[in-house]
């Protein structure tokens, strides 16, 4: 039997807490230690939807990547966004935990769940962690087969949790595709270091519209690459919840749902122009 220590135990050997940045939120947000743990429901955001989820579930335990309280809060009471997950989290005696940053620069964790799933082999760390340079921010590989910049970002669509946000794409569409970085969530800070890189596209989430358009401008001043694909943030942190849920299986012998509630704060998109 499983408790909610041994959870946090097990998730914290796998995605070490030292990886994460120095800003971020990583842990036991809320729940008893001893408290006993049969299911476990895994998600990409804390949202009172997904604890009704877990309600739903029967889940003792709810995993994230997205911390709760990142930022300052002063209250929580049951009448704000955070409270009411606070308060429906403790009377439910649901515990929560989250892996973020330290999730996106774990072997195994959201960058290499996120190549793996668009087909991208032999890859390596954008930005090398200082102690292990296997491990850190981001993935650059390459495909096995190379391909057009259409068939991947169609790749893109199909394997990744459909969104109102879609797929975007910036590049020559007929354009060769073989070697692929990815970074999970917002990666405009990142694409010097692609260029630099010599990837072909970059996949990542939350690309602004002066980075992306400086950094197309100093595409094009050579042959067009990197070319840009643009998904839901939630999309690209989506993959890595799978491995995390059978880590738990093996480890643990405990039973665990993947949820596929869409988490995306946009619900609908209207005149979008391209195939």
Known sequence: MAQVSDVVAVLEERYPPRLAESWDRNGLILGRPDAVVEKVLLAVDPVLALVEEAVDEDADMIVTHHPLLLR?????????????????????????????????????????????????VDTVPLVPDS???????????????????????????????????????????????????????????????????????????????????????????GDGRPYLVDVAHSASEWSWLKGAARHLEETLGIETTVSTLTTDPWTARFGATGS
Do not use: C, W
């Not at 330290?102 to 959201?110: Q, S």
């Not at 990666?187 to 197309?216: C, I, K, M, N, Q």
């Open 131 to 221: 102690e292990d340079p296997t491990l850190g921010a981001g993935r650059i590989g390459r495909l096995a087969e190379p391909t057009t910049l259409h068939q991947f970002a169609a790749r893109a669509a199909d394997v990744l949790p459909p969104t109102a946000h879609g797929v975007r794409v910036a590049g020559d569409l007929t354009g060769r595709v073989e070697t692929v970085a990815v970074l999970g969530g917002s990666g405009d800070s990142f694409l010097d270091l692609v260029r630099a890189s010599g990837a072909d596209v970059y996949v990542t989430a939350d690309l602004r519209h002066h980075p992306a358009s400086e950094a197309r401008e100093e595409a094009l001043l």
């Open 72 to 120: 300052g809060v002063h209250t929580v009471r049951a009448d704000t966004g955070k409270g009411a997950v606070v308060h429906e989290l403790i009377e439910r005696g649901i515990a929560l935990f989250n892996a973020h940053t330290n999730a996106d620069a774990a072997a195994g964790g959201v960058a290499d769940a996120l190549a793996a799933d668009l087909g991208i």
